[in-house]
């Protein structure tokens, strides 16, 4: 069996474009799907996919772990995270292939079933564009956390934190305690609640005032913190704080994990499939961080075919807490790529299908052609005007 050639289909998802890789072969219908989406580099990673296909073009489909040490070796610069999404995009198709020529789902090939549903958390209402509500206007937000658990869901990710800077005003910090407390009344102790803090504090001492008064929430996890690289930093965060720590979506080989578990900074980490180098590097940073006593939570707010890759990861992965999904992004999700993603009493369901179970309808997806993404990052300002991280 060999590669013949390799395709991008794009399709614009409003916030991000979703890239999806479609590897041939010599075989008659046997072909795989990936993802590479990375947010406002859509250009970028469709070039490197490109150039990384001469590296695989002409090669067994079915010698993974050979192929993506010779994207990544033979490409001889590091590659960044556009390289390695587009590494991430292959990959994944060649899972695909591989899993359909044997007949079985991906998650067998990456060591069997580890469990028998997959738990899940959604955004404030599914993360659907449009929909969001400023947490400053406390009722109106409850009421938003409520209306998305009663969609089916058992855990819910919320932004709460405020654009800040070095320093966390007393107003602001008192508003998220009493925005928070709130949140958990209305929802009751077994909703699942976790924070994502984007990185916007500037300072540990910002970012422990600010976990300071989420902690009695008991949230499952505090997510960035602060900006992630600084792996002293963020042990020492957690050394002040109650709340555990999460991150790692914005971290990408397994040299990067492997310093994050010897600083036991955090409790969880949220390696992106997309970003990492697809199961191959995923599997690899899960057990990176099993051995520092790390949960993994892999990051996916990203399209239908990187759910339908994460779900098979978390099926198969010991020590997977808890995933991310982003099927509200926009109303016809669903309608580009047929996938195996089933929510069941707020969990998904083992797929059973042959490969990643995905298939892409074409002309559903020419429905949404490329357009240069909405890009929410640009409104992080200060009230002075200064740029803040979003």
């Excluded at 590659?79 to 998650?107: F, Q, R, T, Y």
């Excluded at 996938?339 to 298939?359: D, F, K």
Aim: with cysteine; charged share 20%.
């Amino acid at each position: 069996m060999k590669i013949t050639g390799i395709e991008t289909k794009i399709v614009n998802a409003i916030h991000r474009n979703w890239i999806f890789v479609k590897v041939l072969t010599d075989q008659p219908g046997l072909y795989g799907w990936g993802e590479a989406t990375l947010e406002w580099k859509t250009r970028a990673v469709v070039g490197a996919v490109e150039d990384l296909a001469a590296f695989v073009i002409g090669e067994d489909p079915r010698r993974i772990e050979h192929l993506v040490r010779k994207m990544q070796m033979h490409s001889f610069w590091p590659l960044g995270v556009i390289g390695l999404s587009a590494i991430s995009g292959i990959e994944m198709a060649l899972h695909d292939i591989a899993a359909k020529d044997l007949g079985v789902p991906v998650w067998r090939l990456l060591g069997g079933q580890s469990r028998d549903w997959v738990r899940v958390y959604t955004h404030f209402q599914r993360g659907k564009i449009g929909a969001q509500v400023d947490p400053k206007d406390i009722e109106s937000y409850v009421a938003g956390v409520e209306a998305t658990v009663a969609m089916g869901y058992r855990a819910v990710k919320l932004g709460v934190v405020p654009y800040t800077h070095y320093d966390a005003p007393i107003p602001e910090v008192k508003h998220v305690a009493r925005l928070v407390e709130r949140i958990r009344l209305a929802v009751g102790d077994e909703i699942d609640i976790m924070f994502d803090f984007h990185g916007r504090c500037g300072s540990i001492s910002a970012a422990v005032a600010y976990i300071d008064a989420i902690s009695p929430m008991r949230p499952l996890f505090v997510e960035e913190p602060i900006q992630p690289g600084d792996n002293e930093a963020m042990a020492l965060v957690a050394s002040k704080v109650q709340a555990p720590l999460a991150t790692g979506e914005r971290l990408f080989t397994p040299r990067e994990f492997f310093d994050l578990a010897a600083h036991k900074a955090v409790s969880i980490v949220q390696p992106d499939l997309c970003h990492v180098g697809g199961f191959t590097m995923g599997k690899k940073i899960a057990a990176i961080a099993e051995v520092g006593h790390m949960g993994v939570a892999p990051h996916n707010p990203l399209g239908p075919i990187s759910g339908a890759a994460a779900l098979h990861f978390a099926v198969a992965t010991p020590n997977f807490v808890i995933q991310e999904e982003a099927r509200g992004l926009v109303d016809w999700y669903d309608e580009v790529v047929q996938h195996p993603i089933v929510l069941e009493n707020g969990r998904w369901a083992v797929p059973t299908s042959p490969g990643l179970g995905v298939e892409l309808d074409e002309v559903a997806a020419a429905k949404h052609p490329f357009e240069p993404e909405v890009i929410p990052a640009r409104e992080a300002l200060s009230a002075d005007g200064a740029i803040l991280n979003w």
